[in-house]
Nanobody, 117 residues
C-alpha cells in the first residue's frame, strides 16, 4: 500500500519557523515530483511550491524567499521549511506525490499550521 505521511505541523508565532516533513512509502520515490499545497478556511487549495525528481524547485510568489522545499531520496522524504511565518500562512498543508505520465498521484493527510500570537 502507498502511504504519504506528513508531520511537523503546529502552532507558531508570527516571524517563527516550522519544518514540515512528508515521508512516502510504497512508491519509487525518486521518480516523483513532490508538491506542497495549502488550504485556508473558506479558501481554495493552492499550490505553494514543488520540487521535481531532478531537484528543481518553484514557489508561489507569496512564499518566495521564505519557504524552501527540499528532498532526501535516501529517506523517501520531502521537506517544507517555512521561515518568517505570517498569520496569512495559516492553513492545512498537504504534500502530494505528483507522479508522471499516467501514474496517479498520492495525497498526504494534511498538517495544520497555525501562525498566531
Amino acid at each position: 500500500q502507498v502511504q504519504v505521511v506528513e508531520s511537523g505541523g503546529g502552532l507558531v508565532q508570527p516571524g517563527g519557523s516550522l519544518r514540515l516533513s512528508c515521508a512516502a512509502s510504497g512508491i519509487i520515490f525518486s521518480i516523483y515530483g513532490m508538491g506542497w499545497y495549502r488550504q485556508a478556511p473558506g479558501k481554495q487549495r493552492e499550490l505553494v511550491g514543488a520540487i521535481t525528481s531532478d531537484g528543481s524547485t518553484n514557489y508561489v510568489d507569496s512564499v518566495k524567499g521564505r519557504f524552501t522545499i527540499s528532498r532526501d531520496n535516501a529517506k523517501n522524504t520531502t521537506y517544507l521549511q517555512m521561515n518568517s511565518l505570517k498569520p496569512e500562512d495559516t492553513a492545512v498543508y498537504y504534500c502530494h506525490a505528483e507522479g508522471r505520465g499516467h501514474l496517479r498521484g498520492y495525497w498526504g493527510q494534511g498538517a495544520q499550521v497555525t501562525v498566531s500570537s
